[in-house]
């Protein structure tokens, strides 16, 4: 009868534990998810603050364009 109690409670251990990864992947998901559109917000705000530079520069499409194409950093 000891071995049946100590499967059961072996039984019960490993559904605690499947439930806890379960719970740490669903967090886990979401944090990768809202990692994702913070980075895409951060590349729209770029965007929108190199488009704003060009605006201002003065200088064509086509000087903006061949100035980052030549530059040898």
């Given amino acids: ?12 251990r490993i559904r605690k534990a499947q439930d806890s990864v379960e719970k740490t992947k669903a967090r886990y ?3 990768i998810t809202e990692l994702g559109a913070l980075y ?3 590349k ?3 965007l929108k603050e ?17 100035f980052v194409k030549d530059r040898k950093l």
Avoid: P
């Fill in 29 to 31: 998901d979401a944090a």
């Fill in 1 to 12: 009868m000891a071995r049946t109690k100590t499967l059961a409670s072996l039984d019960a």
């Fill in 50 to 66: 190199l488009s704003a530079a060009i605006e201002k520069s003065g200088e064509s499409y086509e000087e903006v364009l061949r």
């Fill in 40 to 42: 895409d917000e951060k």
């Fill in 44 to 46: 729209e705000l770029q």
